[in-house]
Nanobody, 125 residues
Framework: QAQLVESGGGEVQAGDSLRLTCTAS????????MAWFRRRPGKERAFVAA????????HYDYSVEGRFAISRDNAQNKVYLQMYDLEPEDTAVYYC??????????????????WGRGTQVTVSS
């Protein structure tokens, strides 16, 4: 059974850094595009970043480009989200997601078939 488990969330101050980890199991991790989404308080879940199967091509939402970095380790079945210079607006529950398809619109959440339960990130000013 496929499973995604996020970890690494917590409470930090504005300007701090944090790294989230998503650990996958139960499916062929290296054949899936992996992504991070987030749900801010009172908002719908929104795309943050995605990375292609081979880990070479990252994609970012404009709101995090230059501050966040997505990466993956196919040998460890893990995908990471390194977050720098965090802002209070980054406060959200962060979710890991997996898609069988590469190319097209990575921000479309309907293409992702597996989801984790999320990890809370709280940034205070």
């Amino acid at each position: 059974q496929a499973q995604l488990v996020e970890s690494g969330g917590g409470e930090v101050q504005a300007g701090d850094s944090l790294r989230l980890t998503c650990t996958a199991s139960g499916f062929s991790f290296s054949t899936f595009v992996m992504a991070w989404f987030r749900r801010r308080p009172g908002k719908e879940r929104a795309f943050v970043a995605a990375i292609t199967r081979n880990g070479i091509e990252p994609h970012y939402d404009y709101s995090v480009e230059g501050r966040f970095a997505i990466s993956r380790d196919n040998a460890q079945n893990k995908v990471y989200l390194q977050m720098y210079d965090l802002e209070p607006e980054d406060t959200a529950v962060y979710y890991c997601a997996a898609s069988q398809y590469e190319g097209g619109t990575y921000s479309y959440n309907g293409r992702y078939i597996e989801w984790g339960r999320g990890t809370q990130v709280t940034v205070s000013s």
